[in-house]
């Protein structure tokens, strides 16, 4: 294992998402989020980003050994879209189906679209980072 490069995957992770999600759903789209009952009091942003750099870890750690054809860029896009898809059943519909929300079609499209602008931008820099190990295994 490259401990340089998981720890790049973690950090490239960790800053793609801790600031889109603080943006996404506490700056931009609060009173929606409240009004979906996503917030029940204050976030915990220490606890939230701490688990995010286990995620960004997890992922970083996982890549090298999951094949995707292609390489770099849209090797890393895969791989985060097919993560990208795991993350979302677990995210987004296991929320609709644990709570009653007013609009589940608008909660549904606007973390469906956040999470793509997540594992979108992550899946491009994980590409990158794993690009020249990857290759040269090939």
Do not use: C
């Not at 979906?36 to 870890?57: K, T």
């Not at 009653?100 to 079609?105: F, G, K, R, V």
């Not at 594992?119 to 090939?138: M, N, P, R, T």
Request: glycine share 8%.
């Amino acid at each position: 294992m490259n401990y340089r490069l998981v720890l790049l995957g973690t950090l490239a992770y960790a800053l793609v998402t801790f600031p889109l999600a603080v943006v996404w759903h506490v700056v931009l789209f609060e009173q929606k989020y409240i009004s979906f009952g996503y917030f029940e009091g204050e976030p915990n942003f220490v606890l939230g980003f701490l688990i995010i750099l286990i995620q960004g870890l997890m992922l970083s750690i996982l890549y090298p050994h999951v094949s995707f054809s292609g390489n770099g860029t849209a090797r890393g896009i895969k791989y985060a879209l097919f993560i990208g898809l795991f993350f979302w059943t677990s995210h987004v519909l296991a929320f609709i189906a644990k709570q009653i929300i007013t609009d589940p079609l608008l909660f549904i499209a606007m973390e469906s679209f956040y999470l793509l602008l997540q594992f979108g931008i992550f899946g491009a820099l994980i590409g990158v980072i794993y690009k020249k190990q990857l290759d040269e295994a090939a």
